[in-house]
């Protein structure tokens, strides 16, 4: 688990190693152990590979990066973890190739070099990386499947840069940073963000999960995102109920086997709920007597505290607790440091439990953390997609069964025949239709605090964001979590947990997240994953039985690390009204509305929103970052 960066300059200035040295002390908390620079100069052209190392396998010099085949020809930069490293280098060996080390860089390397792009569906882990062929004159970057780990790039002006962190990316822009304004629209009035390549910076693009890019060092021409891996949504496994739950349950035990790979201390982090609980009692299940360390977020004296459920998780598997409370006077006293550290804006202060979760860890001497992201995209987690189960069951005119589901569904906890038919009324909506729709669900394409007519005179788009695409007659349900996996949900929980996690130089791995998984259950039945009756998650959930107490299997509501938003940010009003304040000089935003729509909250006048938060996260973000950067430039 590490930082890279790196690029390609035609005619690169002559603080090109300053500036990639003060990259990598950008991310030195995502590798505190030890750091790398390569320079390849070509004539008058450059090629520069940096990496920051947190070392967590193979903990000895050589591990080092960028690291070179034996060749010399081929040099990487990785982030990340190949957890079937050791099975990987078996084959490898069996094919005539020598290892000179015990990483998993090493493996990663040479499979490139052996199996090229097809390498990539071959690795469990998390990863990207960036590899130079020197022969070919190629600099190939890869993300995997679920974008667990980030990247970053820009091609501008006959040059080419990427990175982990966009904080680090900036030192290698040769120009000031400039707002994205359409991604900032998006952001601030539809709470859209980390669903496509654009960031909050204009030129800087996510590879999105499951690509690669190739940039040519020769023509100076970069190659449009390939995308190595498509989540299928056909039904094409005909497993009974009971025999899915059973390969569900040996594969994520398997998974959590790979998962626990380490040189240095575990621990995981423990919400209570169905997914985190299950990845702590799977550890004491396959290891019964390993000492299992949680990290738990406390919302004390609150209706969403978790504190009952993780108790049990914890009796049950005998583990080492660590509890975190805080209260609003931390949040002021970590903004800005949160907000930094995730590079871009999001979307609520449930952030900083996670943020504090990770702090406690580090604090305890805890290098890496197993966590249970990814559960309720894979396995239709949250309220279950409801609108999309009963389309699926229209599309095959099954009318009796849809109204029954709607029925059942609507019987749980939190749920009622009227949202059961919201959701589907949403699924039928259209055109002028659905943004009506929106527009009564309080959800307006113009906003006072927003100046439209300077962003439709810049070309803004003010519209909704795309829904899903290609959804399937009978698999719409299927289709959307596929669609969650890789673009509109997920990504943005994984920014959010590498983020946090990388702040205190912990690795955050996902044992829910591997292509064998994902692939067999988008292959299944609906309902095999919300049942007939309304049940969320219904497949894991029998998968779990006799591994994760039956109270918490049998649970219907799901808080996770949520806070409390609407009582911080009132407690912490006055810090918000100077936050607020402060004139950031955006032509598109008014300031003074926004001051004026959060006094009428104060008030009691409005309803609550987490309009605030991101009213608060954008405009010290733009601050810390963007105008700090500017300033930075403008001085030097």
Same mark, same amino acid.
């Given at each position: 688990?590490?930082?890279?960066?790196?690029?390609?300059?035609?005619?690169?200035?002559?603080?090109?190693?300053?500036?990639?040295?003060?990259?990598?002390?950008?991310?030195?908390?995502?590798?505190?152990?030890?750091?790398?620079?390569?320079?390849?100069?070509? &004539?008058?052209?450059? =090629?520069? @590979?940096?990496?920051?190392?947190?070392?967590?396998?193979?903990?000895?010099?050589?591990?080092?990066?960028?690291? +070179?085949?034996?060749?010399? $020809?081929?040099?990487?930069?990785?982030?990340?973890?190949?957890?079937?490293?050791?099975?990987?280098?078996?084959?490898?060996?069996?094919?005539?190739?020598?290892?000179?080390?015990?990483?998993?860089? !090493?493996?990663?390397?040479?499979?490139?070099?052996?199996?090229?792009?097809?390498?990539?569906?071959?690795?469990?882990?998390?990863?990207?990386?960036?590899?130079?062929?020197?022969?070919?004159?190629?600099?190939?970057?890869?993300?995997?499947?679920?974008?667990?780990?980030?990247?970053?790039?820009?091609?501008?002006?006959?040059?080419?840069?990427?990175?982990?962190?966009?904080?680090?990316?900036?030192?290698?822009?040769?120009?000031?940073?400039?707002? $994205?304004?359409?991604?900032?629209?998006?952001?601030?009035?539809?709470?859209?963000?980390?669903?496509?390549?654009?960031?909050?910076?204009?030129?800087?693009?996510?590879?999105?999960?499951?690509?690669?890019?190739?940039?040519?060092?020769?023509?100076?021409?970069?190659? !449009?995102?390939?995308?190595?891996?498509?989540?299928?949504?056909? &039904?094409?496994?005909?497993?009974?109920?009971? %025999?899915?739950?059973?390969?569900?349950?040996?594969?994520?035990?398997?998974?959590?086997?790979?998962?626990?790979?380490?040189?240095?201390?575990?621990?995981?982090?423990?919400?209570?709920?169905?997914?985190?609980?299950?990845?702590?009692?799977?550890?004491?299940?396959?290891?019964?007597?390993?000492?299992?360390?949680?990290?738990?977020?406390?919302?004390?004296?609150?209706? @969403?505290?978790?504190?009952?459920?993780?108790?049990?998780?914890?009796?049950?598997?005998?583990?080492?607790?660590?509890?975190?409370? +805080?209260?609003?006077?931390?949040? /002021?006293?970590?903004?800005?440091?949160?907000?930094?550290?995730?590079?871009?804006? +999001?979307?609520?202060?449930?952030?900083?439990?996670?943020?504090?979760?990770?702090?406690?860890?580090?604090?305890?001497? *805890?290098?890496?953390?197993?966590?249970?992201?990814?559960?309720?995209?894979?396995?239709?987690?949250?309220y279950g997609y409801p609108g999309k189960r009963i389309?699926?069951?229209?599309?095959?005119?099954?009318?009796?069964?849809?109204?029954?589901?709607?029925?059942?569904?609507?019987?749980?906890?939190?749920?009622?025949?009227?949202?059961?038919?919201?959701?589907?009324?949403? %699924?039928?909506?259209?055109?002028? +239709?659905?943004?009506?729709?929106?527009?009564?669900?309080?959800?307006?394409?113009?906003?006072?605090?927003i100046n439209s007519s300077v962003l439709v005179n810049?070309?803004?788009?003010?519209?909704?964001?795309?829904?899903? /695409?290609?959804?399937?007659?009978?698999?719409?349900?299927?289709?959307?979590?596929?669609?969650?996996?890789?673009?509109?949900?997920?990504?943005? @929980?994984?920014?959010?947990?590498?983020?946090?996690?990388?702040?205190?130089?912990?690795?955050?791995? /996902?044992?829910? @997240?591997?292509?064998?998984?994902?692939?067999? /259950?988008?292959?299944?039945?609906?309902?095999?994953?919300?049942?007939?009756?309304? %049940?969320?998650?219904?497949?894991?959930?029998?998968?779990?039985?006799?591994?994760?107490?039956?109270?918490?299997?049998?649970?219907?509501? &799901? =808080?996770?690390?949520?806070?409390?938003?609407?009582?911080?940010? *009132?407690?912490?009003? =006055?810090?918000?009204?100077?936050?607020?304040?402060?004139?950031?000089?955006?032509?598109?935003?008014?300031?003074? !509305?926004?001051?004026? %729509?959060?006094?009428?909250?104060?008030?009691?006048?409005?309803?609550?929103?987490?309009?605030?938060?991101?009213?608060?996260?954008?405009?010290?973000?733009?601050?810390?970052?963007?105008?700090?950067?500017?300033?930075?430039?403008?001085?030097?």
């Open positions: 688990m590490c930082g890279i960066v790196g690029g390609f300059w035609s005619q690169p200035p002559n603080n090109l190693e300053d500036r990639v040295n003060n990259a990598i002390f950008k991310m030195k908390s995502r590798g505190p152990d030890d750091s790398g620079v390569k320079f390849f100069n070509e &004539k008058s052209s450059c =090629v520069a @590979l940096a990496h920051t190392r947190l070392s967590i396998i193979d903990l000895s010099p050589s591990g080092h990066q960028p690291m +070179f085949s034996s060749d010399k $020809n081929f040099s990487i930069i990785f982030n990340g973890e190949i957890y079937n490293h050791l099975e990987l280098k078996s084959e490898l060996k069996s094919l005539g190739y020598k290892f000179n080390t015990n990483s998993d860089t !090493e493996v990663l390397l040479i499979s490139w070099i052996h199996w090229g792009k097809e390498s990539l569906k071959k690795f469990i882990g998390m990863f990207a990386f960036a590899v130079y062929d020197k022969n070919q004159q190629t600099i190939t970057c890869a993300r995997d499947a679920f974008g667990i780990k980030p990247l970053y790039y820009e091609s501008k002006n006959e040059n080419f840069i990427f990175g982990s962190d966009i904080n680090a990316l900036k030192e290698l822009k040769l120009e000031n940073l400039e707002l $994205n304004w359409q991604r900032s629209y998006d952001y601030l009035v539809h709470s859209d963000y980390d669903s496509g390549p654009q960031s909050f910076i204009k030129d800087i693009l996510h590879l999105m999960p499951g690509h690669l890019i190739e940039f040519n060092v020769a023509s100076k021409l970069l190659s !449009e995102p390939f995308r190595w891996w498509t989540p299928q949504t056909d &039904k094409n496994c005909n497993l009974t109920f009971d %025999e899915a739950a059973s390969k569900i349950r040996k594969m994520f035990l398997d998974s959590i086997r790979l998962h626990l790979r380490s040189d240095v201390p575990i621990g995981t982090a423990l919400s209570g709920g169905i997914d985190s609980s299950s990845v702590a009692c799977a550890i004491r299940f396959i290891d019964p007597e390993i000492p299992i360390n949680t990290f738990s977020y406390i919302a004390k004296n609150s209706d @969403l505290s978790e504190e009952a459920w993780v108790d049990i998780a914890n009796d049950y598997i005998n583990a080492k607790e660590h509890k975190v409370y +805080f209260n609003s006077h931390d949040l /002021v006293n970590d903004l800005d440091d949160m907000i930094y550290s995730q590079g871009e804006p +999001f979307g609520s202060t449930s952030i900083y439990a996670q943020y504090r979760v990770f702090k406690l860890a580090k604090e305890h001497g *805890i290098k890496v953390t197993l966590d249970g992201q990814g559960a309720d995209e894979l396995f239709a987690g949250y389309k699926s069951l229209l599309d095959g005119y099954e009318f009796k069964a849809a109204l029954l589901f709607l029925f059942n569904w609507s019987s749980w906890p939190g749920r009622s025949i009227f949202k059961g038919l919201k959701y589907c009324l949403a %699924e039928f909506a259209t055109g002028n +239709f659905y943004n009506f729709l929106r527009k009564i669900h309080g959800d307006p394409l113009e906003v006072k605090w810049a070309g803004i788009s003010l519209s909704y964001p795309p829904s899903i /695409v290609n959804s399937k007659p009978k698999r719409r349900l299927i289709s959307t979590l596929a669609n969650a996996l890789t673009c509109k949900g997920l990504p943005s @929980l994984l920014r959010h947990s590498d983020r946090s996690s990388m702040r205190f130089s912990i690795e955050s791995r /996902v044992p829910f @997240l591997t292509l064998d998984i994902a692939n067999f /259950v988008l292959s299944l039945p609906e309902e095999y994953l919300i049942s007939n009756k309304g %049940e969320t998650k219904s497949l894991f959930r029998s998968a779990m039985r006799g591994i994760v107490p039956d109270k918490i299997l049998d649970r219907k509501d &799901k =808080v996770g690390f949520s806070t409390p938003e609407e009582d911080i940010l *009132i407690q912490m009003e =006055v810090s918000i009204r100077g936050w607020l304040s402060k004139d950031i000089k955006l032509s598109f935003l008014n300031q003074k !509305e926004i001051l004026n %729509e959060f006094n009428m909250f104060i008030a009691g006048k409005k309803k609550f929103s987490q309009q605030i938060w991101r009213w608060i996260n954008f405009i010290r973000w733009y601050q810390l970052v963007v105008l700090d950067n500017a300033s930075v430039k403008k001085s030097a």
